[in-house]
């Protein structure tokens, strides 16, 4: 299967997809095959598998092998496929992306080992996985709540400007604004070569992170469609109209934002959209109790009411 390319002009919605388990916990292939094909519906110029979201650590180098396996198979180089390999050690990063590329992915995304405290550790660590890596793309995931790692701007240019593999910056460190204006003043001035920012963190701050210049979003969110649209329409030069539209989904946005139970809320939108048959996340893993359903009902009648007022048409739900 050959791999659809994956460079430094990467835009708009690379969307990380959940992983669908059935109600015992196993890898549900029917709704993964189902969720691939509402994923590419919605315009997603991109997917990005086996990460944080995707209960990657959960699940067993043969399940995660399988995973990836069918994702390629359902996209069929329609669009491009990152797949997340971060790993505590250099030889697993090594195999799973061996798999992943042979596979037709077009990238794998690595974020920086645990423990690692120093900028000299962290260019060290990054040097150490392109060098293991050779050609292959790599996302570099700069998200330091889950990894515990601080990266600085001046840490992010020279990775960038010493290590050619390296594509697409995923920017989620939180507050991070600031980050992506100083990181593209350095680029503007000649400190590397131009590259893809793509965001995370749920797309918390999506219209202020693209007024700030980033290129759009990987990340998860249980209304893909919106996000490429609001993409879509900053893009055109409708900022106004990109914010109204985000804005009558932000209670859900920040509704999934939530530590813990956030990927439980998603994966119930889904379910509730029909994408995937259960939203069981994998144990240790949350669920929702009366409560938690009876407020996404209230968001989701209330996304409706604000979609209509803006005349735009609410999704299926």
Sequence with gaps: MANQELDESAKGVFAISATPFTDDGAVDGTSTDRMIDFYLESGVTGLTILGVMGEAPKMSPDESSDFCDQVLRRVDERVPVVVGVSAPSLNAI?????????????????????????????????????????????????????????????????????????????????PGLRKVTKFRAAETAG?????????????????????????????????????????????????????????????????????????????????RRGVIASAKTRAPGPSLDADDHAELDHLIERLKRRLGELGVEAPDI
């Design 94 to 174: 090594q195999s799973l992306t061996s798999r992943a590329m042979d596979f037709g992915a077009s990238g794998v995304m690595v974020s920086p080992m645990a423990g690692l405290r120093t900028d000299e550790a962290i260019e060290g660590y990054f040097h150490m996985v392109c060098d293991a890596l050779g050609d292959v793309p790599i996302v570099l995931q700069d998200y330091p709540t889950a990894s515990g790692v601080h990266m600085s701007v001046p840490l992010l240019n020279r990775l960038f400007a010493d290590l050619p593999s390296l594509k697409i910056l995923k920017h989620e460190d939180w």
């Design 191 to 271: 400190a590397h070569r131009r590259v893809s920012i793509l965001v995370g963190n749920g797309a918390l701050f999506l219209p202020q992170e693209l007024d700030r210049g980033v290129d759009g979003a990987m990340t998860g969110f249980a209304f893909p469609d919106m996000l490429v649209q609001v993409c879509e329409k900053h893009a055109a030069g409708d900022g106004q109209g990109a914010e109204d539209l985000f804005d009558a989904y932000l209670p859900l946005v920040r509704y999934e934002q939530q530590l813990g139970i956030g990927l439980a809320i998603r994966k119930e939108t889904m379910r």
